[in-house]
């Protein structure tokens, strides 16, 4: 019953589109910080995508679910190489992106932020000295000891005032799956206590933790559950809500009362990492992030060439689907009979999910 009550609460905030309102938060939006995020947005696009293109060369390095492919070409009427070129360039360069491109918007977007504070969101030091000490190590130890480690989860930490807040950034609605779930919710319990008493050894006068699960972008009502799952089996756990009404989702440690952990999502992260004691009066940070990755992906594209280098791959992956061809006299009659040209150059073309050398 407490879980359902947790989830209803979770559930119930929702966001509408206003315009005026929308007007209200531009108005609040800084130049210097879009800049800021601009320039550092166009420097990660101009040194990582440029080798994400690159790296593919011939049809092996296109390699995606055969079945889907079949499917996908016959629904579009992508019978031709060019187009069918396209559909596979930007379908990797998407997923490529997806995953990659989180790790810019982590890296990235919250070096301005807190807006009112001189300090600013890090990488904890506790997790790059230990990150550190895996040095030398071969791939196997080092592998094992991220997993046991303290602060695996944790991305990026900052003291405001008496409280310090250190989240694990995900960047969308769907991203956590049921082992990012147990992993977090695991290391909550296992270590929620050695990140507060690291705080307060190293941090003079900071007594409060916060621990908060963010989404970069949707909203509370838009989620797979996810998130809400582990703040559900903490309860019970060395946690429970700190107010129903007051602070919906915010679950407190029962043994202090000192740390407290909830999730922010979409706009409300942004407003969180722009101003974690206030976060309702900084809404409008998820404007500047657009607004600084719109300016940066302008510059980034512009300076690393990208256009030049996308036509020479799509020229190249279009070369290499038309030479997908099969004699026709080397194939069974029932097949030259039944199958098309297209339906034989879908088949051909799947069928390179099945080979290393040669296509």
Do not use: C
């Not at 147990?182 to 690291?198: F, K, L, N, V």
């Not at 429970?240 to 440690?253: F, N, Q, S, Y």
Request: charged share 25%.
């Amino acid at each position: 019953m407490a879980r359902n009550a947790l989830y209803s609460a979770l559930k119930s905030h929702r966001h509408r589109f206003d315009s005026e309102e929308v007007a209200r938060l531009f108005a609040q939006v800084d130049e210097a910080r879009v800049q800021a995020l601009a320039t550092g947005f166009a420097d990660y696009i101009n040194a990582n995508l440029p080798p994400t293109i690159e790296r593919r060369d011939g049809l092996t390095d296109y390699r995606t679910n055969p079945y889907v492919l079949m499917t996908s070409a016959s629904i579009a009427n992508l019978s031709q190489p060019d187009a069918f070129a396209a559909f596979l360039f930007n379908s990797k360069l998407y997923m490529s992106l997806e995953t990659s491109f989180g790790k810019a918007v982590e890296a990235t977007s919250v070096l301005p932020y807190p807006i009112d504070s001189e300090s600013k969101w890090s990488d904890p030091p506790e997790k790059l000295a230990e990150f550190a000490e895996y040095e030398g190590l071969d791939r196997e130890e080092q592998a094992r000891r991220r997993t046991q480690s303290a602060w695996r989860e944790v991305d990026k930490a900052v003291v405001v005032d008496d409280r310090r807040y250190m989240t694990s950034i995900k960047s969308g609605p769907n991203t956590i799956n049921d082992s990012q779930v147990q992993a977090m919710t695991q290391a909550i319990i296992d270590h929620h206590r050695t990140w507060s008493d690291e705080t307060s050894k190293n941090h003079d006068g900071v007594r409060y933790l916060d621990v908060v699960l963010g989404l970069t972008y949707g909203t509370d009502r838009t989620t797979n559950n996810k998130e809400n799952q582990i703040l559900a089996k903490l309860l019970g756990r060395g946690f429970a809500e700190e107010d129903r009404e007051g602070k919906p989702g915010v679950l407190i440690d029962e043994a202090t009362h000192t740390i407290r952990v909830y999730r922010r999502i979409g706009q409300d992260f942004w407003g969180f990492i722009a101003n974690p004691r206030d976060p309702a009066s900084a809404s409008f940070a998820f404007l500047e992030i657009l607004l600084g990755l719109a300016k940066g992906l302008s510059a980034g594209v512009e300076a690393s060439d990208l256009e030049d280098r996308i036509n020479q791959k799509l020229r190249q992956l279009a070369t290499s689907l038309a030479g997908l061809q099969f004699p026709r006299g080397s194939l069974p009659g029932w097949i030259r009979e039944d199958f098309s040209k297209d339906e034989l150059f879908w088949f051909a073309t799947a069928m390179t999910a099945f080979y290393d050398e040669g296509i």
